[in-house]
Structure formats: C-alpha cells, structure tokens
C-alpha cells in the first residue's frame, strides 16, 4: 500500500514568493493533519481536517498560511507571501477515526527553505 | 496544551547495549504513538500504544495511562536504530492531533 504521499519533496524559494505544498494521504483515511517541525519549536500541529472540512486551524501561524482540502484524495498548504522564518520542514499526516482508534501516519515531509 | 516530556534528551549506545526511553504526559490522553525519525527526517511508526504493553522484534513499549507515563525499550542495539524518538500523544479532550515530545537523540555505536 502506498503511504502517505507529499510534494515535492524539497523546495527552495525567495522570500515573498507563493509556496503550494500537497499531500495525498492513505486511501480510505478520514482525517488529515499538516505538521510542521523546526529546531526552536519541534514539531507542531497548523491545521487538522476530519472529513475534509478544517476542524481545527489554531496552528497556523497567520494570515499568510491557508490550508485546503477539497476531496479526500488531496490536501494543500499555500503560504504566501513567504517568509524566511517559514523555513522548516512540513509534514503531513493521515489516519482513520474510527471509534476512538486514531493511529497516524506521516509522509517524508517537505523541506521548505526560504532564502 | 499538554506537556509531553521525553528523557533522555541524549543517548550513546554500544552496539549490542540495551535501553529504556520514558515519555511522562501531564494529563490523561487518548492515545499514544512511538516515532523514530531516522537520519533521511522520516517519521517511523514503531508503536501505537494508549496502554498496556506491545513487543515488535527488539523493540518494546509500555505505556501505564493511570501515572500518565510510557517507556520504549530497545535491547540488542544496532547501528540503524540511531535517530530521534519521539513519543506523541492525542488528548482526551480537544481536536485529535498528536503532540509531541522533544525526543530523544539515539547514537548507536559500533
């Protein structure tokens, strides 16, 4: 089975330039988390969806992140305009809700740099 | 939020050694995953573990929800079980996301 798919895999852009990172999760999973993880902060939670609708979006950091899902198969994280400090790597995950049971999975993640 | 702490931050490890990670949690939680992050940054599914005891291979986890603690031992150590752990947990209250501890920096030498 395929896990949990993310592109690319590396990005490297200037600052004020639009990012778009996508994720497909695992096939038959309900819900979709994006992660990001830096040295200062580790890893923490920007945005969750459960059944493709936003659940909770608390993480993310400001306006400038948006956060998409609009089928099941597909998820996207925009940032624009871009800052250095937005460099980190970002993850995305996948599980399935089911009755309290709520494994995730996690893709290889997306190394943004920002120069 | 809850506090997820992981010890020890750092670990040095001959190969063949065994050891013992511990994760507490300052409140009752739903779930609780093990991750290693290996060297490439991908995090690994080793366990998912809200209580009890599970084994895979060398590896173990228990996890006592009641005193808010879990613990990953590794025996027989070997070099591709250097990385980052991390323990994760999902709170009983609140959105399902996992948060994470700071992990512990595993070096297994040869």
């Known amino acids: 089975d395929a896990g949990v798919i993310q592109s690319p895999r590396h990005e490297v852009t200037e600052m004020g330039q639009e990012v778009t990172l996508r994720c497909k999760p695992i096939?038959?999973?309900?819900?979709l988390f994006w992660y990001r993880q830096t040295m200062m902060r580790g890893l923490e939670l920007l945005i969750y969806f459960n059944n493709n609708v936003p659940i909770d979006d608390s993480g993310m950091p400001e306006d400038r992140f948006s956060a998409k899902m609009p089928n099941a198969s597909f998820s996207t994280l925009k940032i624009q305009p871009s800052e250095p400090r937005d460099s980190a790597v970002y993850f995305c995950a996948s599980s399935l809700e089911l009755a309290g049971f709520n494994e995730q999975y996690f893709g290889p993640g997306t190394r943004l740099t920002v120069t | 939020g809850i506090q997820v702490e992981q010890s020890p931050p750092d670990l040095i490890l001959q190969e063949g050694a065994n050891s013992t990670l511990r994760c507490n949690f300052s409140?009752?939680?739903?779930?609780l995953q093990w991750f290693h992050q290996n060297p490439w940054g991908q995090l690994i599914n080793l366990f998912y573990i809200p209580s009890g005891t599970k084994q895979n291979g060398r590896l173990s986890a228990t996890t006592v929800a009641t005193e808010r603690y879990s613990l990953l031992y590794i025996s027989s150590s070997q070099t591709t079980d250097s990385g980052v752990y991390f323990c994760?947990?999902?709170?009983?209250?609140?959105?399902?996301?996992?948060?994470f501890g700071t992990g512990t920096r595993l070096t297994v030498i040869p």
């Open positions: 409140d009752s939680v739903n779930n």
């Open positions: 096939s038959g999973h309900n819900s």
């Open positions: 994760a947990v999902e709170r009983q209250t609140g959105a399902n996301n996992l948060f």
